[in-house]
């Protein structure tokens, strides 16, 4: 239904699907035909990609193939001229192994037969590969050879595809009765829009089905046994694999090595565009898609992938979190030359092991009555139920399927799969080894090994369309763009990150569990901008201190109220806020108003934390403030709206009309506790905070919880919330903003505990946390 509800909507998607189907289905048919001999080109032949794992899975294709009708021949090529090239080549080539049950003396024969049949070329020019083309010719003429097809493999940068591209469609192409095959590998593009135009140049050169997208994780052993894996265990896992069953999926990839000589990569991609856009998206879709009635058929499990992208939850600014090792700004201001100054934005999370691995962990509604040591593992509802794809590293060392015995005995195929031997002592995911039925691959191969094969048999559900690469753009750009200018989570990698990078996820949101101290500081640049400041920790008055020009210090604590604001109402169903007047937060609100469209404001009560004693109606009344740039902008049911009662039975703050007691009964009566989940308070240049004011005893302690007070500016006469009652909030947030505060801020970080000559030195939650938010004149003058 859903696949027929996308194409009847998308018909130029199904025509797109058709055609270039039926094509590959030609060139593959082509590829059957009698073998011949194969030239392949690797561009960026010199590269770290090409000495780490190209050059060895196309000796390993060679070793392969060779002999069975096919002959071959491989031209390393790059822009260095020829007798460097040559060199650097060579070295490359010194590493090449043989599988370990093949003979030494065999593995040194066909070393040299390899060698022999590699060469070093200069690609530069149009002229450079017309000569190639040529000579290409002229090798299968002297030889009496048919040409079967080339494969061009782009191990260069993408912005070089483009011309790469041109000249080999003008200068470079096989004749007719052959087969031209392009490997690709990422990024493919910086977001949508980048993708979709690197999409359309390449096929003004080259069809859909002369492509090859290169996603190595699509090679891995454990990530290609997915999709056989759910086939052949279609029976166990039929009712099993779906949202009423599955708790939760985790796909991990965790590294233990830096970024160090790829700062210049990871300063213009980052972690999610160089790992989640790409490799665990191409996971998430083979888990999460729906099981095709014959998963060897390239079209239907395209189309249920593409059906998976229109299924997904649209990503937002809290979908995700972000961290960064603490030495990465210090490696890029060394490899790229940044001022000192430099902080970089850069997402690196997260470096502390090496290991990957989907975890498909099951609901667990059973309750045991006997202790654990009397559970049987086969047979026992409260041990964990999951299915493990170990992609590899880690404790296990390599590719596994791990299937939890109270589960069900998995079917792997026996020429590929063996079941693992017991490792006592060894645990995963809180379980011995022994809890698992587990599996490993009889032989274990290299990614790229297994794709230079299915490229080699024209196999082409191992790599990525163009639509599956745009549908993974469209889902990932927007986050991307929401987390541009977001700051990262600092760590300091391995042991050391203890539990600073755990994070929990409810309502859609994901957050930190642990809160981090933070900071806005300067960043690159002699004169300081707003886009300049970066985040850093610090603390004012032993408590958090967030400081940032106003733009940024304004979005911070809108944010940062949201999300005080999402995690109250998930947990007690609603969400107490009270404000203060004035000016510091008419911005505020605004940014609350217009840009924050998921903030819960259906759960939201809004209290004052002060009032003057004026008309509601009074431009000077504070509710007026909040009016006038929030309440009329937002959707807040009018009962969880509460105005103080400074205006009874015409009079304005009559102590007989007992207006603070009746605020202070509707506080005790709607907030648990007479604990707002959140108060904002400013600072005056006096050091007065709410309408609490120095040389005023009235609401600095004692049992009352609203209280009439008087201020030394017009209008006098105030109603405020008692320091006492703000103590009891679980969160406080000040907000001081202005050169004008510059001298109190100074003044007030010095003294202690004195609220009657300075109020704001009596805000210190009783349980709660105080954060103050400082815009940079306010803080540094």
């Known amino acids: 239904?859903?696949?027929?509800?996308?194409?009847?909507?998308?018909?130029?998607?199904?025509?797109?699907?058709?055609?270039?189907?039926?094509?590959?289905?030609?060139?593959?048919?082509?590829?059957?035909?009698?073998?011949?001999?194969?030239?392949?080109?690797?561009?960026?032949?010199?590269?770290?990609?090409?000495?780490?794992?190209?050059?060895?899975?196309?000796?390993?294709?060679?070793?392969?193939?060779?002999?069975?009708?096919?002959?071959?021949?491989?031209?390393?090529?790059?822009?260095?001229?020829?007798?460097?090239?040559?060199?650097?080549?060579?070295?490359?080539?010194?590493?090449?192994?043989?599988?370990?049950?093949?003979?030494?003396?065999?593995?040194?024969?066909?070393?040299?037969?390899?060698?022999?049949?590699?060469?070093?070329?200069?690609?530069?020019?149009?002229?450079?590969?017309?000569?190639?083309?040529?000579?290409?010719?002229?090798?299968?003429?002297?030889?009496?050879?048919?040409?079967?097809?080339?494969?061009?493999?782009?191990?260069?940068?993408?912005?070089?595809y483009a011309d790469i591209a041109r000249n080999i469609n003008s200068s470079c192409r096989p004749g007719p009765g052959t087969w031209l095959r392009v490997v690709l590998e990422k990024p493919f593009g910086h977001d949508h829009l980048s993708a979709q135009q690197l999409a359309t140049e390449l096929r003004s050169f080259f069809q859909e089905e002369e492509m090859y997208r290169v996603d190595h994780y699509l090679g891995k052993q454990a990530v290609a046994q997915i999709l056989p894996f759910r086939d052949q265990n279609r029976k166990a896992l039929d009712g099993l694999w779906n949202r009423h069953h599955v708790e939760r999926v985790e796909i991990v990839v965790k590294e233990s090595v830096d970024a160090a000589g790829r700062t210049s990569f990871y300063e213009e991609y980052g972690v999610i565009r160089d790992i989640l856009q790409n490799h665990l998206t191409e996971i998430l879709t083979l888990v999460a898609m729906e099981l095709p009635d014959d998963i060897s058929n390239a079209e239907a499990v395209l189309r249920h992938k593409l059906q998976v992208?229109?299924?997904?939850?649209?990503?937002?600014?809290?979908?995700?979190?972000?961290?960064?090792?603490?030495?990465?700004?210090?490696?890029?201001?060394?490899?790229?030359?940044?001022?000192?100054?430099?902080?970089?934005?850069?997402?690196?999370?997260?470096?502390?092991?090496?290991?990957?691995?989907?975890?498909?962990?099951?609901?667990?509604?059973?309750?045991?009555?006997?202790?654990?040591?009397?559970?049987?593992?086969?047979?026992?509802?409260?041990?964990?139920?999951?299915?493990?794809?170990?992609?590899?590293?880690?404790?296990?060392?390599?590719?596994?399927?791990l299937v939890s015995r109270n589960l069900f005995r998995p079917s792997l195929p026996s020429e590929s799969w063996m079941e693992m031997e017991d490792r006592p002592g060894l645990r995963l995911f809180g379980r011995p080894l022994s809890d698992y039925y587990a599996y490993s691959p009889v032989t274990e191969r290299d990614a790229y090994s297994i794709l230079l094969a299915h490229i080699f048999h024209c196999r082409k559900d191992s790599f990525i369309t163009t639509e599956n690469l745009l549908a993974s753009w469209v889902f990932w750009t927007p986050v991307l763009d929401s987390l541009a200018h977001e700051v990262p989570r600092l760590y300091p990698g391995g042991a050391e990150n203890g539990h600073l990078l755990d994070f929990e996820f409810s309502g859609g949101q994901l957050s930190f569990s642990q809160q981090q101290l933070e900071q806005l500081v300067p960043g690159p640049g002699s004169v300081p901008v707003p886009s300049a400041f970066q985040v850093l920790r610090a603390k004012y008055r032993e408590s958090p201190l967030i400081s940032a020009w106003p733009?940024?210090?304004?979005?911070?604590?809108?944010?940062?109220?949201?999300?005080?604001?999402?995690?109250?109402?998930?947990?007690?169903?609603?969400?107490?806020?009270?404000?203060?007047?004035?000016?510091?937060?008419?911005?505020?609100?605004?940014?609350?108003?217009?840009?924050?469209?998921?903030?819960?404001?259906?759960?939201?009560?809004?209290?004052?934390?002060?009032?003057?004693?004026?008309?509601?109606?009074?431009?000077?009344?504070?509710?007026?403030?909040?009016?006038?740039?929030?309440?009329?902008?937002?959707?807040?049911?009018?009962?969880?709206?509460?105005?103080?009662?400074?205006?009874?039975?015409?009079?304005?703050?009559?102590?007989?009309?007992?207006?603070?007691?009746?605020?202070?009964?509707?506080?005790?009566?709607?907030?648990?506790?007479?604990?707002?989940?959140?108060?904002?308070?400013?600072?005056?240049?006096?050091?007065?905070?709410?309408?609490?004011?120095?040389?005023?005893?009235?609401?600095?302690?004692?049992?009352?919880?609203?209280?009439?007070?008087?201020?030394?500016?017009?209008?006098?006469?105030?109603?405020?919330?008692?320091?006492?009652?703000?103590?009891?909030?679980?969160?406080?947030?000040?907000?001081?903003?202005?050169?004008?505060?510059?001298?109190?801020?100074?003044?007030?970080?010095?003294?202690?505990?004195?609220p009657r000559k300075w109020p704001i030195s009596g805000v210190l939650p009783t349980s709660g946390q105080l954060v103050w938010y400082m815009d940079y004149e306010a803080f540094l003058g």
């Open 551 to 754: 733009e940024e210090l304004i979005s911070k604590l809108a944010d940062d109220i949201e999300a005080t604001a999402v995690r109250a109402v998930q947990r007690f169903g609603e969400f107490h806020l009270a404000l203060s007047g004035g000016s510091s937060p008419v911005a505020l609100f605004q940014q609350l108003a217009m840009g924050h469209y998921s903030f819960p404001w259906a759960h939201t009560h809004l209290w004052l934390v002060d009032e003057r004693c004026v008309p509601l109606s009074d431009p000077e009344s504070n509710f007026q403030g909040l009016q006038a740039h929030l309440l009329q902008h937002i959707r807040v049911p009018y009962y969880n709206i509460h105005p103080m009662p400074v205006h009874l039975h015409q009079r304005l703050c009559a102590e007989e009309d007992q207006g603070t007691q009746i605020y202070a009964r509707e506080i005790s009566a709607l907030v648990t506790n007479s604990s707002f989940d959140l108060v904002l308070l400013g600072m005056g240049t006096d050091g007065h905070t709410a309408s609490l004011f120095p040389q005023s005893p009235a609401g600095l302690d004692g049992e009352q919880l609203v209280v009439l007070t008087k201020s030394p500016f017009r209008p006098h006469h105030r109603m405020s919330l008692s320091l006492p009652l703000i103590n009891r909030a679980k969160k406080v947030a000040v907000l001081v903003m202005g050169r004008m505060k510059r001298e109190i801020t100074l003044l007030v970080s010095r003294v202690g505990h004195e």
């Open 1 to 160: 239904m859903l696949a027929g509800t996308f194409f009847n909507r998308n018909p130029g998607t199904w025509k797109m699907l058709t055609v270039a189907m039926c094509m590959a289905l030609l060139g593959c048919l082509q590829a059957q035909e009698p073998q011949g001999h194969v030239s392949v080109i690797l561009l960026g032949a010199t590269g770290d990609l090409a000495k780490k794992y190209l050059w060895q899975g196309l000796f390993q294709l060679y070793l392969d193939e060779a002999g069975k009708g096919n002959s071959f021949s491989f031209h390393g090529a790059a822009l260095t001229a020829p007798e460097q090239g040559q060199g650097l080549m060579a070295k490359a080539l010194e590493s090449l192994s043989c599988p370990k049950d093949m003979a030494p003396s065999h593995c040194a024969e066909r070393k040299d037969q390899f060698l022999r049949l590699s060469q070093y070329r200069q690609l530069k020019t149009t002229e450079d590969y017309r000569a190639l083309s040529k000579d290409i010719e002229a090798q299968i003429q002297h030889e009496g050879l048919r040409e079967a097809g080339r494969i061009f493999y782009f191990s260069v940068p993408p912005f070089a």
């Open 309 to 401: 992208f229109q299924a997904l939850r649209g990503l937002q600014k809290g979908s995700a979190i972000v961290g960064q090792y603490q030495t990465y700004s210090e490696q890029v201001r060394r490899e790229l030359q940044k001022p000192d100054s430099f902080h970089s934005l850069t997402p690196t999370f997260a470096v502390d092991e090496r290991v990957g691995y989907v975890r498909v962990l099951f609901k667990n509604r059973a309750y045991c009555v006997q202790s654990e040591k009397h559970w049987a593992v086969e047979q026992s509802q409260c041990l964990p139920r999951q299915i493990v794809f170990h992609i590899g590293h880690g404790d296990l060392g390599g590719p596994a399927v």
